[in-house]
C-alpha cells in the first residue's frame, strides 16, 4: 500500500485524473481516501510503481534545490507539502540532512533523519560518508556507538 499525493498523478495522467474523479458514494468512502479503500492499478508491479515515485519525488528534489536558491516560495510549498505526505522513506535520511543543514526551510527533516540513522541497524555506507563528510559521519557513527 503506497500513500502519495495525488496531485502528480491528476496533472500527468489523464487516467488516473479519471480515477480519482470517479463518484463512488460519500467522499470518506471514496477509493483512494483511506487504507481501506486503495485504488488498484492492475498490472503494475511494485518495482514500476516505485520508479514512477522516484522520478516524482526525486525530480522534485532537484526542483526543489533551485526553488529554494531562488525563492519561488510558492514552488517550494508545494514540493514540501508533497513531499512531507509522503512519510514512507521515499528521501534517504543522509540526503535530507544535508539538505536540512543546507537549507533553513528544511530544518524541521533534521532531528528526524538523523534519529533514523542512529536507529537503524546498519552503520553508514562508504557512499553515505562520503556524501555527508567526515565530521557529521563521524558524529552519527559515534552516537551510535
Same mark, same amino acid.
Given at each position: 500500500?503506497?500513500?502519495?499525493?495525488?496531485?502528480?498523478?491528476?496533472r500527468?495522467?489523464?487516467?488516473?485524473?479519471?480515477?480519482?474523479s470517479?463518484?463512488?458514494?460519500?467522499?470518506?468512502?471514496?477509493?483512494?481516501?483511506?487504507?481501506t479503500?486503495?485504488?488498484?492499478?492492475?498490472?503494475?508491479?511494485?518495482?514500476?510503481?516505485?520508479?514512477l515515485?522516484?522520478?516524482?519525488?526525486?525530480?522534485?528534489?532537484?526542483?526543489?534545490?533551485?526553488?529554494?536558491?531562488?525563492?519561488?516560495?510558492?514552488?517550494?510549498k508545494?514540493?514540501?507539502?508533497?513531499?512531507?505526505?509522503?512519510? +514512507?522513506?521515499?528521501? +534517504?535520511?543522509?540526503?535530507k540532512?544535508?539538505?536540512?543543514?543546507k537549507?533553513?526551510?528544511?530544518?524541521?527533516w533534521?532531528?528526524?533523519?538523523?534519529?533514523?540513522?542512529?536507529?537503524?541497524?546498519?552503520?553508514?555506507?562508504?557512499?553515505?560518508?562520503?556524501?555527508?563528510?567526515?565530521?557529521?559521519?563521524?558524529?552519527?557513527?559515534?552516537?551510535?556507538?
Amino acid at each position: 500500500l503506497y500513500k502519495v499525493h495525488r496531485h502528480f498523478f491528476i496533472r500527468e495522467s489523464e487516467v488516473l485524473a479519471s480515477m480519482f474523479s470517479c463518484p463512488s458514494g460519500p467522499h470518506d468512502d471514496q477509493e483512494g481516501n483511506c487504507d481501506t479503500k486503495p485504488i488498484y492499478l492492475p498490472e503494475v508491479t511494485s518495482a514500476e510503481f516505485e520508479a514512477l515515485l522516484d522520478f516524482f519525488y526525486y525530480g522534485m528534489l532537484d526542483l526543489l534545490s533551485i526553488s529554494l536558491r531562488y525563492a519561488f516560495d510558492n514552488i517550494i510549498k508545494e514540493i514540501l507539502v508533497s513531499i512531507d505526505v509522503r512519510r +514512507d522513506g521515499s528521501i +534517504d535520511p543522509v540526503t535530507k540532512v544535508i539538505l536540512a543543514l543546507k537549507h533553513d526551510v528544511l530544518r524541521h527533516w533534521l532531528l528526524p533523519a538523523f534519529h533514523e540513522l542512529l536507529e537503524r541497524p546498519k552503520s553508514l555506507t562508504r557512499e553515505e560518508i562520503e556524501k555527508l563528510g567526515p565530521t557529521k559521519a563521524a558524529i552519527i557513527s559515534s552516537k551510535r556507538e
